[in-house]
């Protein structure tokens, strides 16, 4: 193939022989390939001077496969007919068979709850399937996704380059993550004593602003910042400090620590929807649609049960 290409053959051409081979007409063969007859004339002068020799003799007022075009022919039928048939057949996607590796990005507060449930998923439907999750946000997200490095991403985005698709998958607010052993807050601390306490945040720009100021322009007493929500549970365990975290991930924390507890906003914290998002190049690739699925699955079950909780 490369040194095909190193010759400057056009696999057209083949195509072009081919039907003036099977027809013996260039007329009849323009009217199958739908071009003109000059472009199929042309086409046939520019395969033999790529050959090196003469593919046709004329026969009455048609053409006939000369001997160097009939080896030619029957050398490259079964080839061509072979893709055809690749392009044109089926897809044979069996998510319990496919050995397909995925790329999804993920916010790091998306992969503490969504990443062990889609793996149990997969782990019953797709047992072969693997999943490479690299970190995002929505900073980087869009670009990540324009370049061809995901197929997929789980976050909170704002304006997205074309040809990305997006789906909101949950819409889930705040809480405040505490150590009852620590610091007396009842199921909903009071204003003055949330800013009053000292916090954990998480930070995206490696500063002591989190969520809280960045939204509601208010600072509390900050200190620790940390850049994901992965280790904020172990650094509420056992202080006084407050964390106010996305209740999908307080939940996956509880789970791990169920000694510690929740307590409601005194405020409204408006957030932005958690979003499915992935390049409109993968929306017919049954493989990402299949995980596409799983994923909106998920989302759906582990909200159903934070809501119920």
């Known amino acids: 193939m490369t040194r095909s290409y190193g010759r400057d053959l056009d696999l057209n051409l083949l195509r072009v022989f081919a039907v003036v081979a099977e027809t013996g007409s260039v007329t009849q063969a323009a009217t199958r390939l739908y071009l003109t007859q000059p472009a199929v004339s042309a086409a046939l002068r520019r395969l033999t001077v790529a050959v090196g020799a003469p593919l046709f003799v004329r026969q009455g007022r048609g053409l006939r496969l000369g001997s160097r075009g009939a080896r030619l022919h029957a050398a490259i039928r079964p080839h061509l007919q072979a893709l055809v048939d690749a392009a044109l057949s089926p897809t044979d996607f069996d998510p319990k068979t496919s050995e397909r590796t995925l790329r999804i990005g993920m916010s790091d507060a998306t992969e503490v709850w969504l990443l062990p449930a889609l793996l149990g998923v997969l782990g019953a439907e797709a047992p072969r399937m693997r999943v490479v999750a690299l970190p995002v946000q929505f900073r980087t997200v869009g670009d990540a996704l324009a370049s061809g490095g995901l197929d997929a991403a789980i976050t909170v985005a704002d304006e997205l380059p074309a040809g990305i698709s997006r789906r909101a998958i949950h819409r889930g607010g705040f809480v405040c993550l505490f150590d009852p052993r620590r610091v007396r807050a009842g199921r909903r601390i009071s ?44 650094i509420v365990d056992g202080s ?70």
């Open 191 to 234: 204003e003055a004593r949330y800013f009053a306490h000292e916090h954990v945040v998480v930070s995206y720009n490696g500063d002591l602003r989190g969520i809280v100021e960045d939204v509601l322009r208010r600072a509390r007493r900050v200190r620790c910042a940390v850049s994901t929500f992965a280790n904020v549970g172990a």
């Open 240 to 309: 006084a400090l407050l964390a106010t975290v996305p209740s999908i991930v307080a939940r996956q924390i509880l789970r791990v620590r169920p000694h510690l507890r929740v307590a409601a906003l005194p405020f409204t914290l408006p957030g932005s929807p958690l979003e499915l998002l992935w390049p409109a190049a993968a929306e017919d690739d049954e493989a990402c649609a299949f995980i596409r699925a799983c994923i909106v699955r998920v989302a759906g079950e582990v909200a159903g049960e934070v809501a119920g909780a």
